[in-house]
């Protein structure tokens, strides 16, 4: 069993929706949860950041980290084109090395 | 603020054959840390460096892939020799230091092993 499970999609949706996306873990150790969102070609870059359990809103994304269920959401509202991407979940432990462990990323379409 | 870099973008060589990339990070981050991406996989850790020192190349499979972070600033990976499967990204990435929130990535290189 992975340490980080994710539903690699692809999830296709019309402007507008809202999407949500999801990921599991196994590791009880887990402390900080984050979000990367990856174009094509492109290096991961940092959505959102978690610590612990509880929600984070910032515009348009929402995180939902549920430690007792080891499972965590990103919610996006009025999808646009743009957001076309892969989306990765990454979390680590709280130790000093930053070690960052990667789900296997959702591809999310969003159609005009 | 530059971003961090990498090069080449893109490579492909035969199998048995040697490849080496280059890092270099943004200016003053302390923590470099090299990534494998297989496609349609995340992101898997090969090697952290803190400034010039290892601190864990656990996953690092050592017989064919080498990494060096010299002058504790740029670093190369250089796998050989080659084989089919090490076809994948490569990503570069660093962090200010370790009480940081963000770890930057570089675009990275593709490499084909044909």
């Known amino acids: 069993q992975k340490e980080v499970e994710q539903d690699p999609g692809p999830l296709s949706v019309p402007e507008g929706a809202i999407v949500s996306l999801n990921c599991t873990y196994s590791n009880s150790a887990f402390q900080y949860f984050m979000w990367y969102r990856q174009y094509s070609r492109k290096g991961p870059e940092l959505l959102m950041y978690?610590?612990?359990?509880g929600n984070k809103e910032d515009g348009r994304f929402t995180a939902q980290v549920d430690k007792s269920s080891k499972y965590i959401s990103l919610f996006i509202r009025d999808s646009q084109p743009s957001d076309s991407a892969t989306y990765l979940c990454?979390?680590?432990?709280?130790?000093?090395?930053?070690?960052?462990?990667f789900g296997t990323g959702t591809r999310l379409l969003v159609s005009p | 603020e530059a971003g961090v870099a990498q090069s080449p973008r893109y490579k492909i060589i035969e199998k048995r054959q040697s490849v080496a990339f280059w890092c270099n990070p943004i200016?003053?981050?302390?923590?470099l840390y090299w990534y494998q991406q297989i496609l349609g996989q995340g992101p898997k850790l090969l090697i952290q460096f803190q400034n010039n020192g290892v601190v864990d190349d656990s996953q690092l499979p050592k017989d064919r892939f080498s990494a060096e972070r010299l002058k504790g600033v740029d670093s190369t990976l250089k796998i050989q020799p080659a084989k089919l499967e090490d076809s994948a990204v490569y990503l570069c990435a660093s962090i200010l230091n370790l009480s940081g929130d963000t770890q930057y990535f570089g675009p990275g290189t593709r490499l084909t092993v044909l």
């Open positions: 978690t610590y612990s359990s």
């Open positions: 200016s003053g981050h302390a923590t």
């Open positions: 990454a979390m680590r432990e709280n130790t000093g090395f930053q070690k960052l462990v």
